[in-house]
Each structure stands twice: as structure tokens, then as C-alpha cells.
């Protein structure tokens, strides 16, 4: 790996206390999230938009980005904190101990990835998103910015927190694209088959577990278990269409879940209500992108269509490439705020205050 990679990881590492970091095959995330109809490499863009693959060729190794996104605690604490046990994504044992270290607000961390191998228009990947979740209750809340870190203070009197947890893991992934000619043009159109193992995990922190940092509780619907776990199956349809112009234009739409999961777990809220969690869901996106003669790459997304998932948003973003490989990327997200990045030889590194959710690797929960 060369010296200029090896100072842009660094660079990435130094700062990932103050922001969430992206980094991996697709300059999407630098751009805001933005890049449904981008075609820079098919390999890499399939990730987002399957319909990216009909414009492959020859033998590729597919890099999907790997994001570390964290709200309320920054992402190099909570991580230096969380210790991830089989199945499960908190320890048990120390789940009290959590929970009263980052007691003063709800904590949400997201971990997401893909890789795989791309053969001409077709290839076979695996990754996953986890999303982890700390929710203390007001009491516990209100002890820790006020009590001072007494555990024998009255303010811990009726204090509780809940650890929930959902991953999706693919077992594997598998991606096909078809290029089909037009008069003035031409239509991609792609779809990734995902065999997923989905996961769920709610512990629970009553007041004596969080005085004395004991083993939290099971919540009732996991029935003594440490997790549970569904397998599953889904499909996205993504379509790409490139019209013949002077000012090449190219408009994009992604189905995610088009086929929808049917991962479903009888759960309970924070008050013990009984829910269902259903985290996989069928959503509409739409985008379009532009490259002009200098190398300036324009990005338009309208995520989740209709606001299935709850996370509508439009997002849009620039990348300029400058001589010797090197690229940077600046967007925003309507939901999450801005974002920039730095390329690099196919490599990007993005960060953001708060990174937007990756199309594809979406939960609802």
C-alpha cells in the first residue's frame, strides 16, 4: 500500500472522535450520501445501485464502503467500551456497566461493510449492517450529568436502561446486471438477490444491575436467550438509463426490498409495551448524476420515496478529480447534515458529523 493511502487512513483514524467515518470503493459517501446513477466503478457502485454491474467488465474485486457511525457518545469511545459477544452485539455482563457509562443520553452506533467478487456483469458478495442502541430512562439520565458518580445517590432510584441491538448479515449476496440497448441510449437494469441471517438482541439494566454493575436482565421476549435470530431472504431491483447527449445525464432507480424480508420479532419498548420489529423494509429511491468535461461529477438523490422506512431525505453532492489519481467529494444530506471526502487510487475515505444511512444496508427498529 502506498505512503499516500497509508496518510489519508491515519488522517482518518486521528479524527474519528469527532466525526463519523466512511471509507472504502465508492465516493457516494463524500457527496452525501448522493450516487445512485454515478458509474465510476461498476464493481464498487453496485453496491448501492445493482443495476451498475451491466457496465462491468473482466475480473473485479467489489468494495462496498465501511462506515462507523455513532450518535450520542463518539465513535472511538463507545468502541473502546463495547465488548460483542457470539450472535450478541453487547456482553451481558457488561451491559449494567455500559449503560451507566453512557447514561447521559441515548447512545446509537452503526457498523456497516460488503465485499465480494465481480466476474463480468454478475458477482457474489457478502457483509452486513449492526445497529446498537443504549437507552437510558430520565432517571438514570439526570444521575449522570448530575449525580457526580455516586452510586449510593438518591437519583439512581428508579433508574433503568435497555441495550437493544439488530444485525443483517448476508449469507451471501448475489448481484446480476443486463445492459439493454435503446435508440438514443442505453438501460441498465441489475438485481441483487440477499440471503440474510437478521438478529435481535434487548437487555435490560434495572436500578440494583446499575448500582452495582452486575449482569443486566434478558428482556421477556427473548426467553432466556441471548438473541434471536431469523433467516430470510430479499431482493433489490435497481435500473440505470443513460440517454445519448452532449452533457451526459444518467437517472437511476434503486427498490430496495423489492422482494421485502420477512424477518419479524415480537419485541417489547423501553415502557415494556409489547411491538413488533420488523427492520427490513421495502423503500423507493431515485437519483440522477452528471459529468462534465473537467471532471466535475454532479449527484441528486430522493431517498425512500413515501417514507417507508422513516428516513426520508434528498441528498446531493459534487466530486472534482484533479490530476494524479486524487478526487474530493463534498454533500449534503437533508436529514444528516453535510459530508466531505478525499480519493485516492479507488480508495475513499468520507467523514461527517453524521453519516446518512447506506441505501441497501437500511434497518427499522
Known amino acids: 500500500m502506498n505512503r499516500q493511502v497509508l496518510a489519508l487512513i491515519g488522517l482518518a483514524l486521528a479524527i474519528t472522535a469527532h466525526a463519523d467515518l466512511s471509507f472504502g470503493g465508492s465516493s457516494s459517501r463524500g457527496m452525501g450520501g448522493a450516487g445512485l446513477a454515478i458509474i465510476q466503478n461498476p464493481a464498487n457502485d453496485s453496491y448501492h445501485n445493482p443495476a451498475a454491474l451491466a457496465f462491468s467488465k473482466g475480473v473485479r474485486f467489489g468494495l462496498g464502503n465501511f462506515d462507523l457511525s455513532a450518535d450520542g457518545a463518539n465513535v472511538r469511545t463507545i468502541l473502546d467500551e463495547l465488548k460483542l459477544r457470539p450472535g450478541s452485539?453487547?456482553?451481558?455482563?457488561?451491559?449494567?456497566?455500559?449503560?451507566?457509562?453512557?447514561?447521559?443520553?441515548?447512545?446509537?452506533?452503526?457498523?456497516?461493510?460488503?465485499?465480494?467478487?465481480?466476474?463480468?456483469?454478475?458477482?457474489?458478495?457478502?457483509?452486513?449492517?449492526?445497529?446498537?442502541?443504549?437507552?437510558?430512562?430520565?432517571?438514570?439520565?439526570?444521575?449522570?450529568?448530575?449525580?457526580?458518580?455516586?452510586?449510593?445517590?438518591?437519583?439512581?432510584?428508579?433508574?433503568?436502561?435497555?441495550?437493544?441491538?439488530?444485525?443483517?448479515?448476508?449469507?451471501?449476496?448475489?448481484?446480476?446486471?443486463?445492459?439493454?440497448?435503446?435508440?438514443?441510449?442505453?438501460?441498465?437494469?441489475?438485481?441483487?438477490?440477499?440471503?440474510?441471517?437478521?438478529?435481535?438482541?434487548?437487555?435490560?439494566?434495572?436500578?440494583?444491575?446499575?448500582?452495582?454493575?452486575?449482569?443486566?436482565?434478558?428482556?421477556?421476549?427473548?426467553?432466556?436467550?441471548?438473541?434471536?435470530?431469523?433467516?430470510?431472504?430479499?431482493?433489490?431491483?435497481?435500473?440505470?438509463?443513460?440517454?445519448?447527449?452532449?452533457?451526459?445525464?444518467?437517472?437511476?432507480?434503486?427498490?430496495?426490498?423489492?422482494?421485502?424480508?420477512?424477518?419479524?420479532?415480537?419485541?417489547?419498548?423501553?415502557?415494556?409495551?409489547?411491538?413488533?420489529?420488523?427492520?427490513?423494509?421495502?423503500?423507493?429511491?431515485?437519483?440522477?448524476?452528471?459529468?462534465?468535461?473537467n471532471g466535475t461529477i454532479f449527484a441528486l438523490d430522493i431517498i425512500d420515496i413515501g417514507n417507508r422506512t422513516g428516513r426520508s431525505e434528498v441528498r446531493w453532492g459534487a466530486q472534482q478529480k484533479l490530476p494524479g489519481g486524487v478526487s474530493v467529494q463534498a454533500g449534503y444530506a437533508s436529514r444528516t447534515g453535510y459530508t466531505t471526502g478525499v480519493g485516492f487510487g479507488g480508495f475513499n475515505i468520507a467523514y461527517s458529523k453524521r453519516l446518512p444511512m447506506q441505501i441497501s444496508r437500511t434497518l427499522t427498529f
Open 89 to 293: 452485539a453487547f456482553d451481558i455482563a457488561e451491559t449494567a456497566q455500559l449503560l451507566r457509562r453512557f447514561g447521559s443520553q441515548n447512545t446509537k452506533l452503526v457498523a456497516q461493510g460488503d465485499l465480494g467478487l465481480i466476474v463480468q456483469t454478475a458477482g457474489i458478495s457478502a457483509g452486513g449492517i449492526i445497529e446498537a442502541r443504549l437507552l437510558p430512562n430520565a432517571a438514570l439520565q439526570n444521575w449522570a450529568r448530575n449525580g457526580n458518580g455516586d452510586l449510593n445517590s438518591s437519583l439512581l432510584n428508579g433508574a433503568r436502561g435497555d441495550a437493544i441491538a439488530v444485525a443483517a448479515i448476508s449469507l451471501p449476496d448475489f448481484t446480476a446486471g443486463m445492459m439493454i440497448p435503446l435508440e438514443n441510449g442505453k438501460l441498465a437494469v441489475g438485481a441483487r438477490l440477499r440471503v440474510m441471517k437478521v438478529y435481535y438482541t434487548h437487555y435490560i439494566a434495572n436500578e440494583n444491575a446499575i448500582r452495582a454493575g452486575s449482569s443486566a436482565l434478558r428482556a421477556p421476549e427473548m426467553g432466556g436467550r441471548d438473541y434471536l435470530s431469523k433467516q430470510t431472504t430479499g431482493i433489490d431491483i435497481g435500473i440505470m438509463m443513460k440517454p445519448e447527449a452532449e452533457t451526459p445525464v444518467t437517472l437511476a432507480l434503486v427498490i430496495e426490498n423489492a422482494i421485502e424480508p420477512t424477518a419479524k420479532f415480537d419485541a417489547t419498548d423501553v415502557q415494556g409495551n409489547p411491538i413488533q420489529i420488523k427492520p427490513l423494509r421495502r423503500a423507493i429511491h431515485v437519483g440522477l448524476a452528471s459529468e462534465t468535461d
